[in-house]
């Protein structure tokens, strides 16, 4: 991509943008507040309020896992951008908490939407996850391989928590976010992006697993984190890659109508916006409900500033994440939505319902038939 540094957005040689068309969300109804909290580990709502800006977090049940919220995440964000899930190319789940090491969380998304088209794959960037996956997706499509994709954040943070650390355990919450992201021949979209890691800070924030080298410091399957270095680096790192990448962009800071931001801590976004000089309401905020759901909380946080009519045609957007690796990754967007036609949204409607309830009996009727391939095996004689 071409930068201009005179304040006009990159040019691409191609004409291939790769712009936003669909976006949705999905949250456990489970609200468990910072009071419920006291009764699991010593805290109190108010030391939770003042040192991280959270009031309550969703916790998913026994039936809900990163992959089903994803899906009935990415189930919205197809609605809005109104197309089939077989117009999918690729499907990337940003995610910590996969049901499976493989298959990928993509995978089961993909069977349950009948996206038959679509390859898949999971991407593992912690906090930093989907602002590395939209940048994958849009790389994709400015290069001309594919047309659209679906790029979900989902998490079941509560799964991996451990429950007995008061310092970890009252940060964060579960949920999925979505975005449809496609080709256009009108500049704008996906603009910049800075994508970063640091593996030396890998020991500050992790979730061991079975394959760990053991040195019986930490539990498995189990988050730690040393939250006042990750803090500090946090601080330094989001103000920094926002200026790396408006810089990219050809615009300036206070371009930006709205920076969206990884939701760790109110703290965090107070200290960089002092050190940007900007308003706090410049940056989407959204973690006093909803906690820190890791890859999810930028498309979470995106999908509400849309709904709370933050963010208008042609407005310059900043998406920020940062967490363990360490990574981070920023990126700015020239928002701009088509015009929806109503009519053709309509059957397109139809189009949809009748295609999902296909879809649902047809995995059905293919998982019958493999039973019945693998009871009557029994009979067959052998050869
Ligand atoms: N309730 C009451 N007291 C607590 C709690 C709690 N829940 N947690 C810690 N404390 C106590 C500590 O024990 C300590 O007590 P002491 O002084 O007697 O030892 C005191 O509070 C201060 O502890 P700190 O850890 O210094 O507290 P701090 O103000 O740094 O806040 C926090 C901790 C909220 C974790 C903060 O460091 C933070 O937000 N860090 C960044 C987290 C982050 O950004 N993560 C992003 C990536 S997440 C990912 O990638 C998956």
Not at 271 to 294: E, H, I, P, Q
Not at 335 to 345: A, H, I, K, Y
Not at 351 to 357: D, E, G, I, P, T
Request: aromatic share 8%; glycine share 8%; proline share 3%.
């Amino acid at each position: 991509m071409v930068t201009h540094k005179n304040g006009t957005p990159p040019i691409q040689p191609n004409g291939i943008y790769a712009r936003i068309v669909g976006w949705g969300m999905a949250v456990p109804d489970y609200v468990m507040t910072n009071d419920e909290m006291s009764a699991i580990v010593e805290t109190t709502d108010a030391w939770i309020q003042e040192r991280t800006g959270i009031k309550e977090r969703r916790i998913a049940s026994d039936k809900e896992s990163s992959a089903t919220l994803g899906y009935r995440a990415a189930r919205r964000a197809l609605d809005v951008a109104n197309i089939l899930p077989i117009d999918l190319d690729l499907i990337i789940v940003a995610t910590s908490t996969p049901e499976h090491i493989f298959p990928a969380t993509a995978s089961l998304i993909q069977d349950w939407l009948g996206a038959s088209r679509a390859g898949g794959f999971d991407l593992s960037a912690a906090c930093s996850g989907f602002v590395y996956a939209l940048d994958m997706a849009a790389q994709s499509i400015r290069s001309g391989s594919i047309r659209t994709a679906l790029v979900i954040g989902s998490e079941t943070m509560s799964r991996v928590l451990d429950w007995t650390d008061r310092s970890t355990c009252i940060l964060f919450g579960d949920g999925a976010g979505a975005v449809v992201i496609q080709a256009s021949d009108q500049p704008g979209g996906v603009l910049s992006s800075v994508l970063r890691s640091d593996g030396a800070g890998c020991d500050l924030l992790a979730i061991p697993t079975e394959n760990a080298r053991e040195n019986g410091e930490h539990k498995v399957n189990r988050m730690y984190m040393a939250g006042s270095e990750v803090f500090k680096f946090a601080t330094r790192v989001v103000d920094e890659s926002l200026r790396q990448t408006t810089e990219k962009a050809g615009i300036s800071i206070e371009d930006l109508k709205l920076i969206v931001p990884h939701q760790a801590n109110q703290r965090i976004l107070a200290t960089v916006a002092k050190k940007l000089r900007l308003d706090m309401d410049r940056f989407m905020s959204n973690m006093d409900r909803y906690g820190n759901t890791s890859a999810a909380s930028i498309p979470i946080a995106l999908c509400e500033a849309i709904e709370q009519n933050k963010i208008q045609q042609n407005d310059y957007i900043a998406l920020v994440g940062f967490g363990g690796g360490l990574s981070w990754a920023a990126m700015v967007i020239q928002w701009g939505v088509p015009q929806r036609d109503e009519q053709r949204s309509r059957l397109n409607e139809q189009r949809r319902k009748a295609f999902y309830w296909f879809v649902w009996w047809r995995r059905r009727v293919l998982r019958w038939q493999r039973s019945v391939n693998n009871f009557t095996k029994r009979f067959r004689p052998k050869q």
